[in-house]
Structure formats: structure tokens, C-alpha cells
């Protein structure tokens, strides 16, 4: 019982945020024209269509009850005037209805979801690359794998499967006390078969006891299916994630000869989505040999119970097929868990990732809210740090900063070993860091970009990666193309409209090229180089230097580096050294070489 009320808890909150928006949305009724609506009222007023035209095909089929009773009773008394006139006057005016009415129910129903997913997608994009959760969610060692899988799949059969479970449940409820009533009312009078024993509503109850054994024995059946699908999906993003991953990096698997090293991965995990997909058929097996078999009784099981009285001459055939019909309804919609049992346990694993995602999210978010590294913008031109202290993600102290001044027009060079926090500071100043505490003050009104070692690059045009982020379009192909050559890529001018995976075409070489033409572009007050030319010759690096010294002279340019060259083009050294503790502390040293 707790588990149920967890689960229901789950898709409460997964649910209630749609229908409570208060975001305001346009949409178009022939021929009432265009209004504006919060989208709430929107999903809220197709809800209630569903749900309304739902209720009104059962009491189409409650009418239809009666029209099978009637219709049989003509049957047997050979009355083909009654047997025509009930097909004509009632049976075709109420079936036509009821198909009109779920034409349009499905056509409502489709719109409701399709609105339904593409706010949920937003919701949970928006708050996925928000306040870089991404970034911090990967930090946090989150039990949120896939997420492309969770927002573009699983968003995508919650909406559907939610949508059906609860018209079917609906349906089912209206249906089974619809029905009830006209089970009941039918044995009032009947005795149980083979006794003189008179109990009030027996079909009723003899439904209920029948259905509630039923559904005990499937759910012990079928209980371990929701563990299985859940991980079942999870080795599918896995398997579908390896093999993305490894087109992303097929160079560097050729160049160290690990085709075999590969095939090996793959093979065990897809070894293991295989595994558990034949634990799932194995279940299933059993589930669908109970459930076919229980559904093959249900064929005969209301007419048997329903014969001695027709053959005693109690009733007659029209009400025989009514009671036979009315007790096959009852039962089914008693039977709903039975019914939707492997729905139910694809369903239970949507939601449980669903709402590990969510958990995952409040996690990063809940650590971008509890940091005491605080970056903000400060009074002056300066960059200024105090009292830092930088941590990794298991709580080991990396890197400590008492009081540090980055004067503009200063550029400056921060050297120091590998995994002594250079990047990790970098990523501090550019407020991404949430494991630490101190102070940054970053220049008033200034921009600030950074570039990684290895840059990203977009799906889409040239263009697009070489303007990214900025997506306004604001910069014409003249200069860009102008940027491409200044960097170095005179060989890519004349494909800017070309889409290809630049992120595999393209040597890290030309990528990080690519990245200081991004720079030149977007003309930043501050420019941080996080070991940006690395991959390139030194002759280039030099190149690249004197250029962005040329073309953005307005631009402060500090840079993580490796290469003693590099001392020539930065006024200011920081070397990153150990203290007693092992904690690195930035040493201010001074090149003997004027920047150039």
C-alpha cells in the first residue's frame, strides 16, 4: 500500500505542474478566430472534453445494453418488426454517435498531448541547461544517466501512457458502477445455482470475488516486470550511448588499434541488454499464459453462470445476453490492473526515471543554492579573488587563492603540474564551480568567454559553430569568413552552409582554431585560454597570439599553458605550487620577455 501511494505521489508530480501553469500560450478555433490563454486553461478545458465525451460513449453502451436485450427477446419471439425497428431507431442512431464521438475524442485527446509533451520537454530542457544543472549534475554523481533518452522518450510515452491509463481508469470506474446497477438489479431475485440460498446482488459479488483472485495471482506474476523494464530501457540508452560515443571518437580508437577493445565493450553490453531482455520474455511468458487463459474462461464464464437460470425458464434469451454482457463489463473493469498489467510496469519504470531525473536536477540545484563560492560582478575594472578555496566533487581541497588581482589590459600566464587546479580555477571564475567557497568579483560590465582545450561544436552549418553561442545571426558571412582566415582556416571559407559533424571532421587543431574565431567574433572584454592551442604547432600559436593581440586590443587575455613559448606573449606569470599541505597556491612571477 505504501508503494502505491509513492507511486501515485510520483506521477502527482510529474502531472500538476502542466495543469497549473500560468504561461501564456495562442491558439486558433475555427471559426472563432485566434485568442490568447494560459496554458493551463487550454489542457484543463481538453481534459474535461476527454473526459466528458469518455463518460457519455458509457452511457451510449448502457443504452446499448438494453437495445442487446430487447433486440435478443425479438430474436427468440420471431418478431422482425421489433428485430428492424430496434437496429434502425436505436442501434444505428446511438452507434453513429458513439463513432463521432471518438473521432473527436481522439483528435482532442492527440492535441492534449502533443501540447502536454512540448511543455513538459521546455519545462525539463529549461531546467536541465538552466544555471548549468548539466554541468553540476554530472558532478554530483547523480543517478541520472541518458538524459537525452528520459527527455526525448520517456516525456514522450509518460504523456501517451498516462493519457491512457487514466481514460481506461476512468471508463472502467463509470463502467463498472453503470453496470453494477443493472448486474444487480437483473439478480435480484436469482439464488445461487443448485441452492435455494437468495443473496442480493449474488452476480455482483460472485464479479468481484472472481476479479480480486484474478488480479492477486497476476500481480504476484508479474511483479518482477517493473524492475526488469526499468533496467531494461537503462542498457538501451547505454548500448545506444557506446555506439554514439564511439562514432564521436573513432580516430583516436583507430590510431591506438582498440576495434578489438570495442568489440569487446559492445559485446557485453549488449550481452547484457539481451540477458535482460529474455528475463523480461521469460516473465512475460508466464504473464500472458495466465492472462490469455483467463481471458479464454471469461468468454464462457457469465453464460454459465447466467444458463440455469434461462434453461429453468426464469429469464429470457435477450436477458441472458444482457446479464452475460453486463457481467463480462463489471468483471473487466474490475479486472483493469489485470488488463494493464505490463502497461502498468513499463509505466512504473517511465515515472521512476522520470523522477530520478527530477531528483537529479534538485540535487544540482540544490548545490548551485548551497555554495559559498560566490561570483559576482564588482565595482571596478579589475578581476579580483579573495580568501578561494577550491575542492573537488569527493571533498579533497585542490587549490587555495588568498587574494589575487587581474588588472585589465594585463595579460597574464598560469602555469603550474597537472591536477594542481588551473582549469578547476577557470571554471570557478566563470561561476560553474560549485565545490569551494571565497569570493570573485568579476569587472563591472565586462563580457567574459572561455575556451576549453577541447572545444564544442554544434550540430548544424559551419556557421553555426563558428557563431556559437550567439545565435541572432547578427554576424554577416563576410566576417566571418574574415575570422575563419585570421585564424588560421582559409580552407573552410567556402562552407559555411555546409552541415557535417564538424566535431569528427575536423582535427582538434582546426577545432581549436575554430574556437579563436569564435573569439574574434564575439570581441569579449576578457578572453581565457584553457590550454586553447595545445593541439596546434608552435609557429601557429605564436601566429594566433600576435593576432588576437591585434584584433582585440581592447581584449585581457589570461591563458593556461604548458609551453615555455607561451612566456613571451603574457606580462604576468602565476605558477601554480604545493604548500605544505599539498594545496596549490598561485606564486606571482614575472617573464624576462615583454609581451609582444
Given at each position: ?591 624576462p620577455v615583454a609581451a609582444q
Amino acid at each position: 500500500m505504501q508503494g502505491l501511494k509513492r507511486a501515485l505521489l510520483q506521477i502527482w508530480r510529474l502531472t500538476y505542474p502542466y495543469y497549473v501553469t500560468r504561461e501564456e500560450t495562442q491558439i486558433r478555433i475555427w471559426p472563432f478566430g485566434t485568442f490568447r490563454l494560459q496554458e493551463r486553461w487550454v489542457a484543463l478545458s481538453m481534459a474535461v472534453l476527454v473526459i466528458g465525451i469518455e463518460f457519455a460513449q458509457v452511457a451510449i453502451n448502457v443504452r446499448l445494453s438494453y437495445f442487446n436485450r430487447d433486440w435478443f427477446n425479438a430474436i427468440q419471439s420471431k418478431d422482425a418488426v421489433a428485430f428492424w425497428a430496434l437496429l434502425f431507431s436505436v442501434f444505428c442512431f446511438w452507434a453513429a454517435i458513439y463513432v463521432g464521438s471518438a473521432i473527436i475524442q481522439y483528435v482532442i485527446q492527440s492535441f492534449l498531448r502533443i501540447r502536454w509533451r512540448a511543455w513538459m520537454t521546455r519545462h525539463y530542457v529549461d531546467r536541465w541547461l538552466g544555471n548549468d544543472t548539466h554541468y553540476r549534475m554530472g558532478l554530483t554523481g547523480a543517478r541520472a544517466d541518458n538524459p537525452d533518452q528520459r527527455i526525448a522518450d520517456d516525456i514522450d510515452q509518460f504523456t501517451q501512457t498516462t493519457q491512457t491509463l487514466a481514460i481506461s481508469f476512468l471508463s472502467a470506474v463509470s463502467n463498472l458502477v453503470s453496470f453494477s446497477v443493472i448486474l444487480w438489479n437483473i439478480s435480484a431475485v436469482f439464488t445461487v445455482p443448485g441452492t435455494d440460498w437468495h443473496v442480493p446482488g449474488f452476480l455482483v459479488w460472485g464479479a468481484l470475488i472472481y476479479s480480486g483472485l484474478v488480479t492477486w495471482l497476476t500481480h504476484l506474476i508479474g511483479r518482477p516486470l517493473i524492475r526488469l523494464n526499468f533496467e531494461q530501457q537503462r542498457r538501451e540508452a547505454d548500448f545506444r550511448f557506446s555506439l554514439a560515443r564511439l562514432r564521436e571518437y573513432g580516430e583516436q580508437v583507430a590510431l591506438l588499434s582498440g576495434g578489438a577493445a570495442e568489440r569487446a565493450s559492445l559485446r557485453d553490453r549488449f550481452g547484457a541488454l539481451i540477458a535482460n531482455f529474455y528475463a523480461i520474455v521469460d516473465r512475460r511468458k508466464r504473464l500472458s499464459a495466465f492472462t490469455v487463459s483467463y481471458q479464454q474462461v471469461n468468454v464462457v464464464i457469465p453464460y454459465i453462470l447466467v444458463a440455469p437460470y434461462y434453461f429453468a425458464g426464469q429469464i429470457q434469451l435477450g436477458m441472458m445476453t444482457q446479464t452475460a454482457g453486463a457481467f463480462a463489463r463489471v468483471e473487466s473493469t474490475m479486472s483493469f490492473f489485470i488488463t494493464f498489467y505490463v502497461t502498468l510496469a513499463d509505466y512504473k519504470a517511465q515515472v521512476d526515471r522520470l523522477t530520478s531525473f527530477d531528483a537529479a536536477m534538485e540535487r544540482a540545484e540544490a548545490m548551485r543554492a548551497q555554495t559559498r563560492l560566490v561570483v559576482a560582478p564588482g565595482a571596478g575594472a579589475a578581476l579580483q579573488v579573495r580568501d578561494l578555496a577550491l575542492g573537488l566533487p569527493d571533498g579533497r581541497r585542490i587549490a587555495a587563492v588568498r587574494d589575487l588581482v587581474l588588472e585589465p589590459g594585463e595579460t597574464t600566464l598560469l602555469t603550474g603540474p597537472s591536477g594542481s587546479g588551473k582549469s578547476t580555477l577557470f571554471r570557478a571564475l566563470a561561476g560553474i564551480w560549485p565545490f569551494g567557497e571565497g569570493t570573485v568579483r568579476t569587472p563591472a560590465g565586462a563580457t567574459l568567454m572561455l575556451l576549453p582545450q577541447r572545444p564544442y561544436l554544434p550540430m548544424g552549418t559551419l556557421r553555426m559553430a563558428a557563431t556559437y553561442p550567439d545565435a541572432s545571426g547578427r554576424h554577416d558571412d563576410a566576417a566571418i569568413r574574415e575570422a575563419l582566415e585570421a585564424a588560421r582556416l582559409p580552407h573552410l571559407v567556402t562552407r559555411l552552409d555546409e552541415e557535417a559533424p564538424w566535431a569528427q571532421t575536423l582535427s582538434l587543431g582546426e577545432q581549436q582554431r575554430l574556437a579563436i574565431a569564435r573569439a574574434l567574433l564575439a570581441k569579449p572584454d576578457w578572453l581565457f585560454l584553457d590550454e586553447a592551442t595545445a593541439a596546434v604547432d608552435e609557429p601557429t600559436e605564436a601566429a594566433l597570439y600576435r593576432m588576437l593581440r591585434q584584433r582585440l586590443p581592447g581584449t585581457t587575455l589570461v591563458s593556461i599553458g604548458h609551453r615555455s613559448t607561451l612566456d613571451a606573449f603574457h606580462q604576468r606569470r602565476l605558477d601554480m605550487t604545493p604548500r605544505h599541505d599539498g594545496v596549490f597556491v598561485p606564486t606571482d612571477l614575472r617573464t624576462p620577455v615583454a609581451a609582444q
